[in-house]
């Protein structure tokens, strides 16, 4: 299906109707956001739409029994031919004009010019209207799934979920789920769904007879990819605290050997050995480690995320321990300068990805306060490796010259190569 549709599509499913006070702004948001990563529409018709949704949200609620009025004599003649041409647009291989047609079904009109509840257009024609939608989100989906796009998956799961076709949902849950990201998408297209099905009853409408069963189907869903997403973050927790604490790997080893040998071979060839003393082979491994780390949390915070606010905590936790451990390193004033402010520097970065907002701000100004005394043995290291250098300039100047022949001890040398060809007989 191209981008128009899936905006129609998520357009028409997202549809929020006024007297939804359970509708927030940040369900608002997301809708937009999902819009945009759908279609890749980023124009002023999806601004206006964003505006609208936030309008809604406080326009006053409309009684339930009044949610039908005014429907228009026509409307339900109108929707069977919407129908049937859903259903010959899908026969012909045409998703997207099906996928219209099944949307503009799906509200049916007034005598005035707004649209009503899809459950107005009453039994017989709810129950065809949710078997259409059926059969067209069951091709749209499969068409996503096969259309090799990045967001092939997320849209896939977007369409079966919409159109209630729980087989596809259970498949592509349990078979194709491949990240964090796919989690989120689906998980919140599960709750949305739920909130649509909550709707339809809180309005004061029955369910479709074979949706009856759905809000317990989504629900056990939804729990199912919760636990998922909390084991796959213990998980990536167990991997990191392996990262962190586990024994010196071989690569490890490896990297921080050559970097001492490179500081030897310097300090030998400038004749200081204060200058070959440069290396704090446990500050490169944990510095590594660090790198790696937070590379793993975040994953891990990705995979919880979507659940709620509170999901992640155990991330952040973990994520400012390792700042703390960091930052008794960066105090320790027995530890080179050079390492301390990597130290610092690692310690600060856990804290932000913990939202450790007072722990990061004390990091920063002790390390601030260390950066005169720093800087000072930087420069002095430097002027050290400047001086020793032009010791060693000079001295090679020196040997040069001293290997360089003299005119007379040229002409000489020449003399006495000419007199023993001679005597050789060249």
């Not at 890749?40 to 609208?52: A, D, E, K, P, Q």
């Not at 009856?212 to 998922?228: C, G």
């Not at 050290?384 to 032009?390: A, F, N, T, V």
């Not at 000079?394 to 001293?402: C, G």
Request: aromatic fraction near 6%.
């Amino acid at each position: 299906m191209s981008s128009v549709a899936g905006e129609r599509a998520f357009l028409s499913e997202h549809r929020l109707e006024p007297g939804e006070t359970r509708v927030k702004l940040t369900s608002c948001m997301l809708a937009w956001q999902e819009i945009q990563e759908l279609s890749g529409m980023h124009t002023l018709r999806c601004n206006v739409f964003f505006i609208s949704l936030l309008l809604i949200t406080i326009l006053p609620p409309v009684a339930a029994a009044e949610r039908c009025d005014g429907l228009a004599p026509d409307a339900k003649d109108r929707i069977a031919a919407q129908l049937n041409e859903a259903e010959m647009a899908l026969e012909l291989g045409d998703l997207e004009l099906a996928y219209q047609r099944v949307s503009d079904a799906g509200r049916p009109s007034a005598v005035v010019d707004i649209s009503l509840d899809t459950e107005c257009m009453g039994p017989a024609l709810r129950e065809r209207h949710y078997r259409v939608r059926k059969k067209v989100t069951l091709a749209a989906g499969r068409e996503a799934e096969n259309s090799g796009e990045k967001q092939a998956l997320q849209n896939a799961v977007g369409f079966y979920i919409a159109g209630d076709n729980r087989k596809e949902t259970t498949r592509l849950l349990n078979e194709r789920l491949a990240d964090a990201r796919d989690a989120s998408i689906a998980g919140n297209r599960l709750r949305w769904k739920l909130d649509m099905l909550q709707r339809t009853v809180d309005n004061g409408h029955e369910l479709v007879a074979e949706q009856r069963a759905a809000p317990a189907f989504y629900q056990a869903r939804l729990q199912e990819l919760i636990e998922r997403s909390e084991s796959e973050a213990n998980g990536l927790l167990s991997r990191e605290n392996n990262i962190v604490n586990g024994p010196i790997t071989d690569r490890e080893e490896q990297i921080s050997s050559l970097q001492q040998n490179a500081q030897l071979l310097q300090g030998s060839l400038v004749n200081d050995e204060d200058l070959s003393n440069d290396v704090d082979k446990e500050m490169l491994i944990a510095s590594s480690r660090a790198s790696a780390s937070y590379g793993v949390l975040g994953d891990a915070r990705q995979w919880l995320a979507w659940i709620e606010a509170d999901a992640v905590r155990p991330v952040h936790a973990r994520a400012e321990m390792r700042g703390d451990a960091l930052l008794k390193r960066a105090d320790d004033s027995d530890i080179r300068l050079e390492s301390r402010d990597r130290y610092y520097d690692d310690a600060i970065s856990y804290y932000k990805f913990a939202g450790a907002k007072q722990k990061m701000s004390a990091a920063e100004k002790s390390r601030e306060a260390m950066q005169p005394a720093l800087l000072a043995a930087r420069q002095d290291r430097e002027q050290r490796m400047e001086s020793k250098l032009g010791e060693l300039r000079e001295a090679a100047e020196d040997f040069k010259r001293s290997t360089e022949m003299s005119a007379e001890d040229k002409t000489r040398f020449k003399s006495e190569a000419d007199a023993l060809e001679a005597e050789l007989g060249f």
